[in-house]
């Protein structure tokens, strides 16, 4: 599964973002589609997810300013970005899980300025 992901950039406190992550193949064929995030000197941690089922799930400090979405007709997934932080700096990846496998695309950057 290869997977393309857009949409960062450079916003003010309080902006928002729309990242878009499109997949090689069906989204019907992928178990989670997820977003993960990486601070400079930090670990990478799970920001969003979503099941085929549409089941969804969010990192405590971006509840009910993100949102994540899929389009199964585009096999592309979405995170919606509201209400942005300068702590939400970030290269912001997306990532695929079938089966056993992990696969991820390349990093979008995100920068947040106070």
């Known amino acids: 599964v290869q997977l393309q992901a857009s949409g960062g950039g450079l916003v003010q406190a309080g902006g928002s973002l729309r990242l878009s992550c499109t997949a090689s193949?069906?989204?019907?064929?992928?178990?989670?589609m997820s977003w993960y995030r990486q601070a400079p000197g930090k670990e990478r941690d799970l920001v969003a997810a979503i099941s085929r089922a549409s089941t969804t799930n969010y990192l405590d400090s971006v509840k009910g300013r993100f949102t994540i979405s899929r389009d199964n007709a585009k096999n592309t997934v979405y995170l919606q970005m509201d209400s942005l932080k300068p702590e939400d700096t970030a290269v912001y990846y997306c990532?695929?899980?079938?089966?056993?496998?992990?696969?991820w695309g390349q990093g979008t950057q995100v920068t947040v300025s106070s």
């Open positions: 990532s695929a899980f079938r089966w056993t496998n992990t696969f």
């Open positions: 193949t069906s989204l019907i064929s992928i178990d989670v």
